[in-house]
C-alpha cells in the first residue's frame, strides 16, 4: 500500500479474502429454482468497526466502484463504505443512465472512454448484467455555433482514437426517424455530433453489480451510517465520526455528489462548488421506435427509450442553487413542450414519473480528483451533470492513488490545485445541453 496507511493494520475490518459471491447463471438459475434454494443476499449488513484502511464517504457508483478496485485490483480489503441513506440512493440512482466519451478535450475524451471500456465488459467483470445497451448517440446541431462545435469534439474525439463523427440532416432521419428535421421548425437540425459506441446502461445494476463484487472480496458497505465529523491531526485524517459511532482510519476518501462540499467542509477542505438540482422525467411504455440517444443543447433536453419502452427526458440544472431533490411544474411543462419540438408524433404519450438529483458544479465542469492540502483526505467529486459516466474509471483511479500514493496520469489534469495554478479543464462545450 502507498503512503495513506498500512494494510490490515489491527481492527475489526481485517476479513479473509471474501467469499466468492454465488456465480448468476442460466444453470444456477435452474438448479437453485429444482433445490428451492434462494440466492444469497447480494451483500451483507455489519455492525461498525474499529478501524479501516480507507474509509469511502457514499455507496454511489463512484464509492462503491473505489471500494471494488480496491479490493480487486489492490487486495486492500479492510474497507468501509459509508452512505448516510441507502446504497445508490443518490446521483447514481437519479440520472438518466446516458453513458459517452464525446467530450471536447482530449484529457476529458480520453478519461470517459476509459470509463466506457470498463463499462464495456462490466457484465462479464461483476457477473451481473447491467444492460449497457451501445445504440449510438446523437447530438444535435440546430446553428452555425453548434455545428462548429460538433466538428471540433469529433476532431479531438478522433485524435484520441474515439468514434464520433459530424453528420448531416439526411443521416439523423436514417437513424432517428420520429425526430423532425423539416426545415420548418424553430430550431431547424442542421447536422449533428454521432458517437456510435455511447448508449444507455441500467444504472442501479451497476450500482448492486458493484456493491456485491465489493462485499464478496470483504468490503463493509454500512448504510444509513452519516459522517458528522472528521479529525485531522497534525494536517493528517485519523478517524471519522458518524453517526453508529467513531472509527479510526488514515484515509478517507469523499465520493458524494450533492454533498461534496459539506463532507469536506468537515475536514476543513473548501471546494469550489456550488450544487444545483438536475431534473428527469419517464413517460409510459411504448413500443420501441427511438434506437439512440437524442441529445439538443439549444432546446436543452435530452432524450432516450428504455429496453422496456419508457422515454426519459432530462434538461439543464435547475438555474438556483439548491439541496431540493423534487420535481417542480416548470420544468415538466418545459421539459415536454421542447421534446415536442423535436418529436412531434409523441404527444399522447403520458408522464408517469419525475424526479431530481443533485449536482456539484465546478468553474470548469470538469471533476476534482485526487489529494488535499490534508493528507490522507482525498477526492472525487465535483461531477456536475456528468458523474454516472465515470464510475468506473474513476473507481479505478482513485483505488490506484490509495494503494500507490502516486495520482494516475489519468486524473492528474482534475487536480484541486488547478484552481490556484489556472490550469483549468474547459469542459463545458461538452455539456449535453447548456447548462
Ligand atoms: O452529459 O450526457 C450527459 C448528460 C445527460 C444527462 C446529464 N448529463
Redesign the pocket.
Given at each position: 500500500m502507498g503512503t495513506y496507511g498500512q494494510r490490515g493494520a489491527g481492527g475489526q475490518g481485517k476479513v479473509a479474502r471474501g467469499r466468492l459471491p454465488a456465480k448468476y447463471s442460466a444453470l444456477g438459475l435452474v438448479r437453485r429454482g429444482a433445490a428451492h434454494t434462494p440466492w444469497p443476499r447480494s451483500w451483507r449488513a455489519h455492525e461498525l468497526g474499529s478501524r479501516y484502511d480507507a474509509v469511502i464517504v457514499g455507496a454511489g457508483v463512484h464509492g462503491l466502484a473505489t471500494a471494488y478496485y480496491l479490493a480487486a485490483n489492490h487486495g486492500i480489503t479492510n474497507v468501509a463504505v459509508l452512505d448516510q441513506s441507502y446504497l445508490g440512493g443518490g446521483g447514481s440512482g437519479r440520472?438518466?443512465a446516458?453513458l459517452?466519451a464525446n467530450y471536447l478535450t482530449p484529457e476529458g475524451v480520453r478519461f470517459y472512454d476509459r470509463s466506457v471500456t470498463l463499462y464495456e465488459s462490466l457484465a462479464s467483470t461483476l457477473n451481473f448484467n447491467v444492460m449497457f445497451s451501445q445504440r449510438g448517440h446523437l447530438t444535435l446541431a440546430h446553428n452555425d455555433a453548434s455545428m462548429r462545435t460538433m466538428r471540433w469534439r469529433a476532431e479531438v474525439n478522433k485524435l484520441e482514437g474515439v468514434d464520433s463523427e459530424v453528420i448531416g440532416p439526411d443521416e439523423v432521419r436514417r437513424l432517428a426517424p420520429y425526430l423532425d428535421v423539416s426545415a420548418h421548425t424553430r430550431y431547424p437540425i442542421l447536422g449533428a455530433l454521432y458517437h456510435p459506441p455511447g448508449g444507455i446502461i441500467r444504472h442501479d445494476a451497476v450500482n448492486w453489480g458493484y456493491a456485491r463484487a465489493a462485499d464478496a472480496l470483504g468490503v463493509q458497505i454500512h448504510q444509513n451510517t452519516r459522517v458528522l465529523g472528521i479529525d485531522v491531526e497534525h494536517g493528517r485524517v485519523t478517524a471519522v465520526r458518524t453517526t453508529r459511532g467513531t472509527v479510526s482510519t488514515p484515509v478517507v476518501i469523499n465520493c458524494t455528489a450533492g454533498w461534496a462540499t459539506t463532507i469536506s467542509d468537515l475536514a476543513g477542505v473548501q471546494l469550489p462548488i456550488t450544487t444545483h438540482p438536475?431534473q428527469a422525467a419517464v413517460t409510459e411504455p411504448v413500443k420501441v421506435f427511438l434506437r439512440t440517444v437524442v441529445?439538443s443543447g439549444s432546446l436543452h433536453v435530452?432524450v432516450s427509450q428504455t429496453d422496456r419502452g419508457e422515454l426519459v427526458f432530462?434538461a439543464s440544472v435547475d438555474p438556483y442553487p439548491s439541496y431540493s431533490m423534487r420535481g417542480s411544474l416548470e420544468f415538466i411543462e418545459e421539459v415536454a413542450s421542447h421534446v415536442l419540438e423535436l418529436m412531434p408524433a409523441i404527444a399522447k404519450l403520458r408522464v408517469l414519473r419525475q424526479w431530481a438529483g443533485l449536482c456539484d458544479m465546478t468553474p470548469d465542469y470538469s471533476p476534482i480528483m485526487g489529494v488535499t492540502p490534508v493528507d490522507g483526505f482525498l477526492v472525487d467529486v465535483g461531477w456536475g451533470?456528468?458523474g454516472f459516466?465515470a464510475g468506473p474509471v474513476s473507481g479505478e483511479a482513485m483505488a490506484e492513488l490509495v494503494a500507490t500514493g502516486k495520482t494516475p496520469e489519468l486524473i492528474s489534469p482534475f487536480a484541486l490545485s488547478r484552481f490556484d495554478s489556472g490550469d483549468l479543464v474547459g469542459e463545458k462545450g461538452a455539456?449535453?445541453v447548456g447548462h
Open positions: 440520472n438518466t446516458i459517452r438536475l441529445v435530452y432530462g451533470t456528468y459516466k455539456a449535453a
